[in-house]
């Protein structure tokens, strides 16, 4: 994947429990935001953070997901859950996120 948006930086602590759950072989599920910024999930085992540069992944299986990108990771909130979560509520706000 080749994402086009300027890495974020993600919080030490979730990078922390991604590394703990790489150590682990955690398997489950992920969601994240694709090159696209579409939301997508994938499933698989936590393998290793790869580190390209200043960017983190995290590779699942034969994926690398970008740590900026992660929503969810096995159902904890991720550095992009709250974009997500602004989107979900934007009706109630009455914002226009476009």
Sequence with gaps: ???????????????????KK???????KIHFYN????INQKE???????ISGYEKYLQLGTDRIRLDK???LFGMPGPAYSIYERY???????????
């Design 44 to 50: 698989g085992k936590a393998e290793e953070l790869f």
């Design 1 to 19: 994947m080749e994402y086009k948006d300027k890495y974020l930086p993600v919080d030490p602590d979730f990078e922390a429990e991604v590394v």
């Design 70 to 72: 992660i929503i969810t």
């Design 35 to 38: 090159e696209i910024n579409q």
């Design 22 to 28: 790489c150590h682990e072989g955690k398997i489950g």
């Design 88 to 98: 979900l509520n934007s009706c109630l706000t009455c914002e226009n996120l476009n």
